[in-house]
């Protein structure tokens, strides 16, 4: 009997190492997405940059930048306005997680914490099931079919991957489910030792990545200035090297200086444009001149208009 009872251990152990196997690099992976997203949202709401709509985000770049007062900078963000708003949020977010080193690790441990408790509950779950179901004569298979259902939402184990020991005779679910938590508490061990040496590239989708989407919205310019569409306000054409065009009734002419106005004061004066070698149109008629400039929508609006003279006449020599 002792001989007997001593197999059957050694083999619910072996079962119970095999499936921890299996369990561990889900886990894993699920700790990293699951604290990827609780950065990100911890971030939301204790960053007004992160507050709100992509335009609060917009015009928190253009303070940072306006305190820097870094024309290159402000280059990269003009031409490059996707490469820098990817900039801005990496940095912030490096800050915040790896200033405090001890801050990132309490993400995954708290991350870790949740997750291994739900693996438990499925262990607990699944046993009482297959003890309720006396008719069932594979109990292991059943077992492991309501493991795996419990741990849907939680981690990626699919059943399938479980094939090769669902038939193995294990008949005491109790003992199973004892050494299933031993086993379980060791591999926790082991990842928390793992996660206190983490830092951010150990993420396979990243805490900003994880932002970046959340406010990433349509990335195309503006025909004038350059601005993205999903910010309501537009920018200096002086970086564009643009110069003004001043026009009155019957005269365009142009005083080949730097153009201190932007597209969404423009459309509310009397200026003009002309676009390749089409007729000389009316800032307030742009859609007149076709794509792209009849897919925009320019309302008229002066609150940027005093920022951008201050960038022109702070970085007048750089753009000259």
């Known amino acids: 009997c002792f001989q007997i009872s ?6 619910i152990t072996t079962f119970a190492g095999f499936l921890c196997d299996k369990i561990e690099p889900a886990l894993r992976q ?4 699951r604290t990827a997203k609780a950065i ?14 992509r335009s609060n985000l917009e015009v928190c770049i253009l303070r940072y930048l ?3 007062e870094n024309f290159e900078d402000f280059k990269q963000y003009l031409k490059f306005p996707k490469d820098f708003f990817q900039t801005y949020i990496d940095t912030r977010v490096q800050s915040h997680c790896l200033d ?35 008719d069932r004569e594979e109990k292991i298979s ?3 079919d309501e493991f795996c259902r419990e741990l849907t939402e939680v981690i990626s184990l699919p059943r399938s ?10 008949t005491d679910i109790d003992i199973l489910s004892r050494v299933m938590a031993e086993a379980l508490g060791d591999m926790r061990d082991r990842l928390v030792k793992e996660f206190a040496d983490a830092d951010m590239s150990s993420f396979s ?13 349509c990335w195309t310019h503006c025909p004038f200035c350059g601005a993205v569409l999903s910010v309501v306000f537009h920018q200096t054409q002086a970086f564009l090297g643009d110069t003004w065009w001043r026009c009155s009734p019957g005269i365009d002419y142009n005083t080949h200086t730097l153009m201190l106005a932007i597209c969404s004061s423009l459309v509310a004066r009397d200026c003009k444009f002309i676009f390749g070698r089409g007729p000389w149109i009316s800032h307030g008629s742009y859609h007149n001149a076709g794509p792209p400039f009849s897919t925009w929508t320019i309302l008229p609006d002066s609150s940027m208009q005093a920022y951008w003279k201050w960038f022109v006449s702070h970085f007048r020599t750089q753009l000259e």
């Open 6 to 11: 001593r197999q059957r251990v050694i083999l």
């Open 30 to 33: 699920a700790v990293y997405e």
């Open 40 to 53: 990100a949202e911890d971030m939301q709401g204790k960053f007004p940059d992160f507050q709100g709509s």
């Open 66 to 68: 306006a305190e820097q």
């Open 100 to 134: 405090a080193r001890v801050r990132l690790e309490r993400f995954l441990y708290s991350s870790l914490n949740l997750l291994f408790k739900k693996i438990l509950s499925a262990v607990s779950l699944s046993t009482q099931i297959v003890k309720d179901r006396k």
């Open 142 to 144: 059943l077992w492991l």
């Open 161 to 170: 991957d479980l094939k090769c020991i669902e038939h193995r005779e294990v």
């Open 205 to 217: 989708t990243q805490p900003q990545m994880v932002l970046a989407e959340h406010f990433s919205e």
